[in-house]
T-cell receptor, first 112, second 117 residues
Framework: QQQVKQSPQSLIVQKGGISIINCAYENTAFDYFPWYQQFPGKGPALLIAIRPDVSEKKEGRFTISFNKSAKQFSLHIMDSQPGDSATYFCAALRHNTDKLIFGTGTRLQVFP | GAVVSQHPSWVICKSGTSVKIECRSLDFQATTMFWYRQFPKQSLMLMATSNEGSKATYEQGVEKDKFLINHASLTLSTLTVTSAHPEDSSFYIC?????????????FGPGTRLTVL
C-alpha cells in the first residue's frame, strides 16, 4: 500500500512530441504528489507537484493530470525537447509525514 | 532559492577507511534532512531521516553503526560511511525539507559518488 507504481520504464519520443509518464498509488492517505527530473550523475530536481484537490496543474510545457477516483496521476511534457532527456520520478507524500515514496523512474529519450 | 549542496561531489577511498559527506541547505533552514542511496538505473532508496539536534531515524536494513549521521545545525547534516567496503560504492544523495504552505517540499543535493577500492 506504500508503493507508487510508475510506467513506462523507458520512453522514446521524437522532438516536438508529447511525453506521457503514468503513476498509480493505493494509499488514499497520500496528499502530495511531486515529480522530479534527474540528469545522469546529478541529484533529482523538483519539476512540478500537485495536491489531490485539483485535477490538473500546468507549468510551462509540463502538466500533471490527477485522477483521484482512479488513484492515478501522470506527467505530460508538451513539445518535448532533446534537453528533456532525463529520468523522471513520480513520488507521493502521506499526510502529516515527511517520507517521500518514489516510483521506479522513467528514462525519457527525446530524439531530434 | 531552495539550494542544497553536497561535498564532495565524488570520492575514491580504500577499503576499510571512513568517508564523510556533507549536506548543506544554502538559503534556508531545514529542520529535517534525508539521506538516500541510489544504484545505477534504480530509484532512490531512503537510508535515514535526520532532525537537527536529535538522533537520526534509520530505515529498516540500514546499519546505523556503519552510516553515521550527524545533524549539527539547521543547515548542515553529515553522513559518515565507516569502514567502507566495495559494496558501499554508490551514489549518495541528501535532501532538505522546506515548509512551503501546507507541504514540506524536499529539495535535493547534487549527490556524491563514492567508489571504494
Amino acid at each position: 500500500q506504500q508503493q507508487v507504481k510508475q510506467s513506462p520504464q523507458s520512453l522514446i519520443v521524437q522532438k516536438g512530441g508529447i511525453s506521457i509518464i503514468n503513476c498509480a498509488y493505493e494509499n488514499t492517505a497520500f496528499d502530495y504528489f511531486p515529480w522530479y527530473q534527474q540528469f545522469p550523475g546529478k541529484g533529482p530536481a523538483l519539476l512540478i507537484a500537485i495536491r489531490p484537490d485539483v485535477s490538473e496543474k500546468k507549468e510551462g510545457r509540463f502538466t500533471i493530470s490527477f485522477n483521484k477516483s482512479a488513484k492515478q496521476f501522470s506527467l505530460h511534457i508538451m513539445d518535448s525537447q532533446p534537453g528533456d532527456s532525463a529520468t523522471y520520478f513520480c513520488a507521493a507524500l502521506r499526510h502529516n509525514t515527511d517520507k517521500l515514496i518514489f516510483g521506479t523512474g522513467t528514462r525519457l529519450q527525446v530524439f531530434p | 532559492g531552495a539550494v542544497v549542496s553536497q561535498h564532495p561531489s565524488w570520492v575514491i577511498c580504500k577499503s576499510g577507511t571512513s568517508v564523510k559527506i556533507e549536506c548543506r541547505s544554502l538559503d534556508f533552514q531545514a529542520t529535517t534532512m534525508f539521506w538516500y542511496r541510489q544504484f545505477p538505473k534504480q530509484s532512490l532508496m531512503l537510508m535515514a531521516t535526520s532532525n537537527e539536534g536529535s538522533k537520526a531515524t534509520y530505515e529498516q536494513g540500514v546499519e546505523k553503526d556503519k552510516f553515521l549521521i550527524n545533524h549539527a545545525s539547521l543547515t548542515l547534516s553529515t553522513l559518515t560511511v565507516t569502514s567502507a567496503h566495495p559494496e558501499d560504492s554508490s551514489f549518495y544523495i541528501c535532501s532538505a525539507s522546506l515548509r512551503e504552505g501546507q507541504t514540506d517540499t524536499q529539495y535535493f543535493g547534487p549527490g556524491t559518488r563514492l567508489t571504494v577500492l
